[in-house]
T-cell receptor, first 116, second 115 residues
Framework: AQTVTQSQPEMSVQEAETVTLSCTYDTSESDYYLFWYKQPPSRQMILVIR??????QNATENRFSVNFQKAAKSFSLKISDSQLGDAAMYFC?????????????FGKGITLSVRP | GAGVSQSPSNKVTEKGKDVELRCDPISGHTALYWYRQSLGQGLEFLIYFQGNSAPDKSGLPSDRFSAERTGGSVSTLTIQRTQQEDSAVYLC?????????????FGDGTRLSIL
């Protein structure tokens, strides 16, 4: 079974600064997808960024980028130029590319606060 | 555009009562998922529907939990004889394709509180 670990329960960043959120995972599969989701107090899970395991290039979405290290099974999220609206809970998630069930396996999440 | 809609937003009920939670997925999405988010357990998968295939119920925690999806669209999650440990946020998600990298789109969830 796959597991996702987010070892930092909380982080804080100064507005306009850069912060990196860590995530590691464990799997025996070679083909899979990794995601970062953001959950503000409204509860809705919002997709931040997605990475295909077969792609070596790190995904980027505006101020958000990932550092995907397949051999190390590491998938960290970097937020540049942090904004007050980035304050939320962030979840790392794994999804198999094979098999009949494409469910997401989530980490425990990390609470990010942004200081003005 | 219309996203995933869940109702009720909040539900408070007494221990032992049955509850029904509803999820209306994005139109055209064939895959539908239910997850449970609780303080001690994080986000857990409950059940998965894909088109007309038999649902994957492997995440349901007990036989008090059941779900159905009528007409390949709206889904209801039913919890019978609720217990206090059932208190959690129940999230529904849908996606357009089975497998692949298609992201799951989530609703706002139903916060269930068992007194």
């Amino acid at each position: 079974a796959q597991t996702v670990t987010q070892s930092q329960p909380e982080m804080s960043v100064q507005e306009a600064e850069t912060v990196t959120l860590s995530c590691t995972y464990d799997t025996s599969e070679s083909d899979y997808y990794l995601f970062w989701y953001k959950q503000p107090p409204s509860r809705q899970m919002i997709l931040v960024i997605r990475q295909e395991a077969y792609k070596q290039q790190n995904a980027t979405e505006n101020r958000f980028s990932v550092n995907f290290q397949k051999a190390a099974k590491s998938f960290s999220l970097k937020i540049s130029d942090s904004q007050l609206g980035d304050a939320a809970m962030y979840f790392c998630a794994y999804r198999s590319a094979t098999g009949a069930n494409s469910k997401l396996t989530f980490g425990k999440g990390i609470t990010l606060s942004v200081r003005p | 555009g219309a996203g995933v809609s869940q109702s009720p937003s909040n539900k408070v009920t007494e221990k032992g009562k049955d509850v029904e939670l509803r999820c209306d997925p994005i139109s055209g999405h064939t895959a539908l998922y239910w997850y449970r988010q609780s303080l001690g357990q994080g986000l857990e998968f409950l059940i998965y529907f894909q088109g007309n295939s038999a649902p994957d119920k492997s995440g349901l925690p007990s036989d008090r939990f059941s779900a159905e999806r009528t007409g390949g669209s709206v889904s209801t999650l039913t919890i019978q004889r609720t217990q206090q440990e059932d208190s959690a946020v129940y999230l529904c998600a849908s996606s357009s394709l089975r497998g692949g990298g298609q992201p799951q789109h989530f609703g706002d969830g139903t916060r269930l509180s068992i007194l």
